[in-house]
Nanobody, 125 residues
Framework: QVQLVESGGGLVQAGGSLRLSCAAS????????WGWFRQAPGKEREFVAG????????YYADSLKGRFTISRDNAKNTAYLQMSSLKPEDTALYFC??????????????????WGQGTQVTVSA
């Protein structure tokens, strides 16, 4: 069993940056990929970014390319989401997730097996 704990969220002014972390504990060797999703009030949970654990190949929502960067540190069993040039519309609860086996659609929440509790990001105008 794997547990994911996100951290690094908070309140930031528009144009600022934040770095989210997601630490995994438990049976981490079975991790195939990491993903970040977000959910704003009244909206569906949406894909932000994904990264394969071994190869480091990354995937991004088109609208966020260039501002958000996903990375991972396999030795620390941790994934990161560096967010820059933040906008008020980036305000959401950000979730970390893991895909335990390959072959899934990195952009789809249904492909991810384990989820964290989320960390709130609020961007003020």
């Amino acid at each position: 069993q794997v547990q994911l704990v996100e951290s690094g969220g908070g309140l930031v002014q528009a144009g600022g940056s934040l770095r989210l972390s997601c630490a995994a504990s438990g049976r981490t060797l079975s991790t195939y990929a990491w993903g970040w999703f977000r959910q704003a009030p009244g909206k569906e949970r949406e894909f932000v970014a994904g990264i394969r654990r071994i190869s480091g190949i990354t995937y991004y929502a088109d609208s966020l390319k260039g501002r958000f960067t996903i990375s991972r540190d396999n030795a620390k069993n941790t994934a990161y989401l560096q967010m820059s040039s933040l906008k008020p519309e980036d305000t959401a609860l950000y979730f970390c997730a893991q895909m335990r086996t390959g072959g899934g659609n990195y952009y789809s929440r249904e492909s991810y097996d384990v989820w964290g509790q989320g960390t709130q990001v609020t961007v003020s105008a």
